[in-house]
């Protein structure tokens, strides 16, 4: 049994980076847990592909940072938890 306080608890971070097709199948998989989670935050880290328009487009509710430029992973992923306010992040 999973406890309601720990449902509304979890947010998603995710790191992008010309993700294409598997971007968007990460996000399906996220949205299809049965754990809902609070919020799913994608950092794209100055993709070319297209993939931010298909995350924006595809996934109304996942809270999109673009930067500018391509930070690296690390950075990337601590600007998404820096964002995340529940108690628990899953990366």
Do not use: W, Y
């Not at 996934?59 to 673009?66: G, H, Q, S, T, Y």
């Amino acid at each position: 049994m999973v406890d309601t306080e720990i449902k509304s608890a979890v947010t998603a971070v995710v790191v992008n980076h010309n993700g294409g097709p598997a971007i968007i199948n990460c996000l399906n998989a996220l949205a299809g847990q049965a754990l809902p989670l609070a919020r799913i935050i994608v950092v794209d880290n100055a993709s070319t592909d297209g993939s931010p328009a298909a995350i924006s487009d595809g996934f109304p509710d996942v809270e999109l940072v673009r930067l500018q430029t391509n930070v690296g992973l690390s950075r990337a992923r601590n600007i998404g938890l820096g964002k995340a306010d529940s108690e628990l992040v899953l990366i």
